[in-house]
Each structure stands twice: as C-alpha cells, then as structure tokens.
Nanobody, 126 residues
Framework: QVQLVESGGGLQQAGGSLRLSCLAS????????MGWFRQVPGKEREFVAS????????IYVDSVKGRFTVSRDNAKNTVYLQMNSLKPEDTAVYYC???????????????????WGQGTQVTVSS
C-alpha cells in the first residue's frame, strides 16, 4: 500500500516558521487528495489542511487560515505544509494523509483518508 514519510517537524519560537514535507511512495501520487491533520494528547485528531490532485484547490481549518499553506509537487511525490506565524496552540503531532477516493476536491473528513504517515512533532514555544 501507499507509504507516507513526513519530515520537517521541530521546535520553533512563537512567530517563527516551519515547513513540513510528506514524501509518498508509488506512482499514482497525482491521483490522491492529500491532507494534513494534527493531534494533541487527550484531544481528537483535528483537520488542518487539504489539497486536490493538481494543487488548484485548497481548504484550511479556520485557526490556520492566512498562516499555513498546503502545496504539492507531483513530480517529486511530495506535499508540503508551510507554517508561518506559529503560535503555541499549533503545538501537536502533525500527520500527512492521502485518499484515493477523492481527486478533484479536497476534503476535511478524516474517515475518507486511506493512508497515513507516522506523524512529526511540532513544538512552538513562547
């Protein structure tokens, strides 16, 4: 099955930036809608961002609009999450996800995503 490998997490000060990358295996990357989710211990996993097959359509949770940007490079089988103006509330484990059930439209629905990365820790200090 599809494998997703995340990188780019780490520690940043409030107001700083990080870029997360998610490298996908296989040769059908352009067929997938990709998403980013995050989770804090004791809380449910939360939708963050999603992008359709060619990067032409994106959606975001309200709390990150204007600060985060999701994009993709299909030639590199990679999706990115550029995180700017980071806040301590952004601290979480971030997960990359893919679905082969959607192509044209991004989706917030966690249940739709078939494949998940291992997660990468993002910590934002005050």
């Amino acid at each position: 099955q599809v494998q997703l490998v995340e990188s780019g997490g780490g520690l940043q000060q409030a107001g700083g930036s990080l870029r997360l990358s998610c490298l996908a295996s296989g040769r059908t990357f352009s067929s997938y809608v990709m998403g980013w989710f995050r989770q804090v211990p004791g809380k449910e996993r939360e939708f963050v961002a999603s992008v359709n097959w060619n990067g032409g359509s994106t959606i975001y949770v309200d709390s990150v609009k204007g600060r985060f940007t999701v994009s993709r490079d299909n030639a590199k089988n990679t999706v990115y999450l550029q995180m700017n103006s980071l806040k301590p509330e952004d601290t979480a484990v971030y997960y990359c996800a893919a679905t082969d059930q959607y192509r044209l439209r991004p989706t917030t629905l966690m249940s739709v995503y078939n494949y998940w990365g291992q997660g990468t820790q993002v910590t934002v200090s005050s």
